[in-house]
């Protein structure tokens, strides 16, 4: 709670300063802020807290997953200062905004209570259709706030359709009492069955899962660099964290088992399919999360439902896979400002030729998070898809495991043709001009994803 507590409090005080125009040191408050949250939440990993009457639970898995949400927001603040430097207006609210965004994903990953389900995603979700707008003389990041505002809206309102019919079968929001209905009285209901349906495509369309996934290309493309890196990093955190929270009550009754397969084989076949067609790094990048979408869906396709499930090994892998997801994310778009400023703000894949030449390290670093999100051995990116595929094996998923690895397969080939782009020499002499704090998050983030796949144990 007093994280909670604190991350508000840090975004009212980011606004606050925000009107004296010194943007310097909103970046360094905002770090200190969040690393104090690190702190209280860590002070409280041994001990189970329940607050607002029950409604938010403070566990191991949550407090798992806080912890790393607010560790990649810390990467995303240090990165803020040289990618606002050219702006003069709306950098406080911007900053503002990410933390309120990050209260709703605590929540998201804390709920025990279908009324709180829905205020996290609100809380997640309205301060990202303004911040996905914030470049205001841009048609793109215009169309991209009002296109994430009208899907997520209709998004909204099929999840308060499936908690409404789930209160109307149980006459209770407590995700405990359906979990015991659903014990008690079997999953033949209709109503439980439409209920959950409803449910799920709200928490899908956060995850980005096919046939919700529409606004993702377009959003990631138009809004900020800085906030796509938020919506790809924190935001798919938080909404996989609420996907278990929901899932490890209720199982997979009735049809939801055959909705959740129908999910993950269209997230993986049209997330890899269509990246493969991909020239724009932002789109590739939109469609490559798609993709890990379904490998995340298929860990939750294997959850069966123990109510106190936080210590469950489908728990440790969604945070170990969203975590490193995350690290290698965050690099690879910071990587990719840079690369546009040397290009004429130019987006396509090929804005990277030249980087090895002139600055090899990063060009390794690069190397070393693409291929983490390829899957390839002695990366994180291998040892979290090996995980998801050990779970599906575990709970009897073999075809739907066996289309997954063709995928992963299918996956290494568009990673690849950005791994050659590294390589390669440009027509022109390019200079990549990158400040010594970009270098450390973008060395921190290529490095961690490496010792991860040596050492998993360590999250």
Same mark, same amino acid.
């Given at each position: ?43 409280? +990993?041994? #001990?189970?807290?329940?607050? /607002? ?53 605590? !929540? ?47 998004? $909204?309102? *099929? ?31 209709? !109503? ?6 409803? $449910?799920?495509?709200? !928490?899908?369309?956060? =995850? ?6 529409? +606004? ?20 798919? /955190? ?5 996907? *278990? ?6 199982? =997979? ?23 493969? &067609?991909?020239?724009?790094?932002? &789109? ?49 778009? #910071? ?17 990277? &030729? ?10 390794? %670093?690069?190397?070393? =998070? ?8 002695? $990366? ?12 599906? #094996? ?30 390669? &020499? ?12 970009? +270098?450390?998050?973008?060395?921190? %983030? ?14």
């Amino acid at each position: 709670m007093s994280a909670l507590i604190l991350i508000s409090v840090l975004a009212v005080l980011v606004l606050y300063l925000g009107l004296f125009g010194n943007k310097s040191w909103l970046a360094p408050i905002g770090v200190l802020g969040l690393l104090g949250a690190i702190a209280l939440f860590a002070s409280g +990993w041994h #001990i189970d807290h329940h607050l /607002m009457g029950g409604m938010v639970k403070f566990d191991r898995f949550s407090i798992g997953f806080n912890i790393a949400m607010v560790a990649i927001t810390v990467l995303i603040f240090l990165f803020g200062p040289d990618y606002y430097a050219r702006a003069k207006d709306n950098v406080a609210e911007q900053y503002a905004l990410m933390l309120f965004s990050l209260v709703g994903g605590f !929540l998201l990953s804390s709920y025990t209570n279908l009324l709180m389900l829905f205020l996290g995603i609100e809380v997640l979700s309205i301060p990202l259709y303004i911040l996905a707008g914030a470049k205001k003389n841009s048609l793109r990041s215009n169309e991209a706030s009002f296109k994430y505002f009208l899907l997520g809206s209709f998004s $909204t309102a *099929f999840l308060l359709m499936g908690i409404a019919l789930l209160y109307g079968l149980t006459g209770s929001f407590e995700l405990t009492v359906l979990g015991e209905h659903i014990a008690n009285a079997g999953s033949s209901d209709m !109503l439980l069955n439409f209920g959950l349906f409803f $449910t799920v495509t709200g !928490l899908a369309f956060k =995850m980005g899962a096919v046939p919700f996934h529409f +606004w993702k290309p377009d959003v990631y493309q138009g809004a900020p660099t800085l906030v796509t890196i938020f919506m790809a990093t924190v935001v798919m /955190m938080a909404a996989t964290a609420g996907f *278990f929270r929901l899932i490890d009550v209720t199982g =997979m009754p009735g049809m939801l088992a055959q909705i959740m397969v129908l999910l993950v084989l269209a997230t993986l076949l049209v997330g890899n399919v269509i990246a493969l &067609r991909q020239t724009n790094f932002k &789109r590739l990048m939109a469609y490559s999360s798609i993709a890990h979408s379904g490998f995340l869906l298929l860990a939750l396709l294997t959850d069966e439902g123990l109510v106190e499930g936080h210590g469950t090994a489908v728990g440790r892998t969604l945070l170990y896979y969203t975590f490193t997801y995350s690290l290698a994310t965050t690099g690879l778009f #910071i990587l990719f400002t840079i690369a546009k400023r040397a290009n004429n703000g130019a987006e396509h894949n090929d804005i990277f &030729r030249g980087l090895f030449a002139a600055k090899p390290w990063l060009a390794l %670093c690069a190397l070393a =998070m693409l291929l983490s999100l390829a899957g390839i051995p002695l $990366t994180a990116g291998f040892i979290a898809k090996y995980q998801v595929f050990l779970l599906a #094996i575990g709970a009897g998923w073999l075809k739907v495991m066996g289309f997954g690895v063709l995928m992963a397969l299918l996956g290494i080939y568009y990673y690849f043709m950005v791994v050659r782009e590294l390589f390669v &020499r440009p027509d022109q002499p390019v200079t990549f001009v990158v400040s010594p704090l970009n +270098w450390l998050v973008v060395s921190v %983030c290529a490095v961690a994803v490496l010792v991860l796949g040596v050492w998993p144990s360590l999250i």
